[in-house]
């Protein structure tokens, strides 16, 4: 008789816990969003691909030293503008320095929010320091958001993360 009460109690006891979301198989997974086509001005997309409604450009780079470090060589000297950011939309880009056959040679992530310059908001310039500036070709912009940076991953955390994630930014060597 004490063994069927425990049993029951049991059986009881795991039924709670499965349905509080307690139970041992969660169902969860990480995606990653694919990287849209880089080009000198691009429409931002979020994850799913759809336009967020602001488009960043680069309007114009050049090579030279960091004023701060001359002696460190040249790096890539770039203007950017985004069009369509604020109130509270405010994503976030990769910016890569490409050869000429579009291989990367150095990227950054430039958030709008940060993005302020002698134009105004949301236009600025940025310095990207590159292996070899020399062949540096242009400067293109990576489409897809990064501004949710803080979305949780399954290895985060298995029961509130997962979904689906910007891609990673470009490492030297890739095309785009």
């Known amino acids: 008789m004490v063994i069927a009460r425990?049993?029951?109690?049991?059986?009881?006891?795991?039924?709670?816990?499965?349905?509080?979301?307690?139970?041992?198989?969660?169902?969860?997974?990480?995606?990653?969003?694919?990287?849209?086509?880089?080009?000198?001005?691009?429409?931002?997309v979020d994850e799913s691909g759809r336009p967020?409604?602001?488009?960043?450009?680069?309007?114009?780079?050049?090579?030279?030293?960091?004023?701060?470090?001359?002696?460190?060589?040249?790096?890539?000297?770039f203007q950017i503008r985004f069009e369509g950011a604020g109130q509270g939309d405010e994503p976030a880009v990769d910016a890569c320095a490409v050869d000429d056959k579009r291989v990367v040679l150095g990227c950054q992530t430039v958030y709008s929010a940060e993005v302020f310059g002698p134009k105004g908001p949301y236009t600025g310039d940025y310095y990207l320091a590159v292996d070899r500036p020399e062949q540096v070709?242009?400067?293109?912009?990576?489409?897809?958001?990064?501004?949710?940076?803080?979305?949780?991953?399954?290895e985060d955390d298995m029961k509130d993360g997962g979904g689906v994630h910007p891609p990673d930014i470009p490492t030297p060597g890739e095309r785009l």
């Open 6 to 44: 425990m049993v029951a109690g049991a059986g009881s006891a795991l039924a709670m816990l499965t349905l509080s979301g307690c139970g041992m198989l969660w169902s969860c997974t990480d995606t990653t969003a694919e990287r849209g086509e880089a080009g000198v001005r691009v429409d931002i």
């Open 52 to 77: 967020v409604g602001v488009t960043a450009e680069v309007p114009g780079w050049r090579r030279e030293p960091h004023p701060q470090v001359p002696a460190d060589g040249d790096e890539i000297h």
């Open 137 to 154: 070709a242009e400067v293109l912009l990576i489409p897809n958001d990064q501004s949710d940076h803080d979305r949780r991953t399954c």
